[in-house]
């Protein structure tokens, strides 16, 4: 007879995974430095003046934090504003295509809309999970002008066949690498290689001000451009370059985007304590990953060899369902939370799934036809999408080494009762 304990605790079995959810904690809690400078801002400065106090000090820092290779850096409100701005600097406007990845995070290219651009979608590359190349290439017309690259999931996209396709058509290229802090392309940072990049701040990012975006370049058009439209009055008399756009200084461009001095103070302390939280999730997912290849309906996260995954962003393997047979990933993960996992599916659809991206009219501007985005079958986006899985970003090693080696004994559980799982499945409907 099989005991409880073996038993899948989804039918009423003992769960393998005893700590209490949540597993991942994040953000982290404010040390008292960090709260301490919070009140003393408030009663010094509440208001934003220009590129000064913790504002300044972050763009600085920011600047330090990769490698010196970038001569602007500007801080936004949000990483969703960072972009549009950067859409906006790079010349996206009506009839202008922007090709970018099929399967990301929609405020990646969900901007382009609000300035009347086009996004045509190309398939990824599916170990990197970034574009793919050879169909950003096909995607090409001769209205398009910005290639939009995001190192999806912390790891880097393959940046000299990106950059090279880039010149041979003479386009511009924005990096997203909202979940790509410190990830380097053959010891590169991500960030570094386009014409502008982007790294939203919001929670839960490896370095997190709440909500917050900064965006470098170091192209002097693309700064000017972006500061004018989400910054005016002082930061702009004092920092644009062009003569004629400085004439705008007292309005910028009619938008007010800036990150408050709060955000700011938050963003420099999380930024401070990043290397230390990077090794450690380093340790944690190198063994998560090791231990998981003996997993046989698991396939673990590819790392290249010439790729620094920097700060990760989650865990997200693929479910192998041909080694799980009758058993859906809703199936699979409806059983592992049984057993106390924290697991769930990434949330982020297929952009031509989204109606945003599918539509042939534009819901910010009724009555004006814009490119509808087909969801093709038989994609690396439609299995990425339909087979990966969302698990923690381990943080605290090797504290969490024990914690690791439950995920693993939960996974082996499940496998060694994939007929009862199955039946149960079928028997359920």
């Known amino acids: 007879m099989t005991s409880t304990g073996e038993r899948l605790a989804l039918l009423g079995g003992t769960p393998a995974i005893t700590r209490p959810l949540p597993h991942e904690i994040w ?51 949000s990483g969703t504003s960072a972009l549009f701005a950067a859409y906006f600097a790079l010349g996206v406007r009506e009839d202008v295509e922007v090709v970018g990845p099929a399967l990301t995070y929609h405020a990646a290219l969900s901007p382009v809309h609000a300035l009347r651009g086009e996004v045509v979608l190309a398939d990824i590359d599916p170990l990197t999970r970034g574009i793919d190349p050879q169909a950003l290439e096909a995607a090409i017309t ?29 386009l511009r290229v924005l990096e997203d690498c909202s979940h790509a802090h410190g990830s380097r392309y053959k010891g590169r940072l991500c960030g570094t290689f386009g014409d502008a990049a982007v790294f939203s701040l919001q929670a839960n990012k490896a370095v997190f001000a709440g909500e917050g975006g900064i965006l470098v370049t170091n192209d002097a058009g693309v700064h000017d451009r972006a500061t004018l439209l989400g910054h005016y009055r002082d930061r702009c008399r004092e920092e644009i370059t062009d003569e004629a756009l400085r004439d705008h200084w007292v309005t910028g461009f009619g938008l007010k985007l800036r990150m408050s001095p709060f955000n700011a103070i938050v963003a420099l302390h999380s930024l401070a304590a990043f290397p230390e939280r990077k090794e450690a999730r380093h340790s944690a997912l190198r063994y998560f990953g090791e231990r998981l290849a003996e997993v046989d309906y698991i396939e673990p996260v590819h790392v290249g060899e010439d790729v620094d995954m920097g700060a990760w962003y989650g865990y997200k393997p693929l479910f192998l369902p041909e080694a799980l047979p009758g058993v859906t990933r809703e199936q699979l993960i409806t059983a592992l939370r049984a057993e106390g996992m924290e697991i769930g599916a990434p949330s982020g659809p297929r952009l031509s799934t989204l109606p945003l991206y599918a539509s042939a009219e534009s819901p910010l501007f009724p009555g004006t036809p814009k490119h509808a985005n087909v969801a093709a079958p038989g994609t690396a986006a439609e299995r990425v999408e339909r087979q990966a899985l969302s698990l923690p970003t381990f943080n605290d ?33």
């Not at 300044?56 to 330090?64: G, K, S, T």
């Not at 001769?142 to 990106?162: I, L, N, S």
Request: negative net charge; hydrophobic residues 40%.
């Open 397 to 429: 090693w090797p504290a969490d080494k024990e914690l690791i080696d439950a995920y693993i004994e939960a996974f082996q559980k499940v496998g060694r009762h994939r007929a009862a799982l199955a039946g149960h499945a079928r028997d359920d409907g």
């Open 27 to 77: 953000p982290p809690r404010a040390e008292e430095a960090e709260l301490t400078a919070l009140a003393a801002q408030r009663n010094d400065d509440i208001s934003i003046k220009g590129s000064s106090g913790p504002v300044r000090e972050l763009e600085d820092a920011f600047r330090a934090f990769l490698d010196d290779q970038v001569r602007w850096a500007v801080t936004f409100n």
């Open 142 to 170: 001769e209205r398009t002008k910005v290639v939009t690259v995001v190192h999806q999931w912390g790891h880097p996209c393959d940046m000299d066949a990106v950059m090279s396709i880039a010149e041979r058509h003479g």
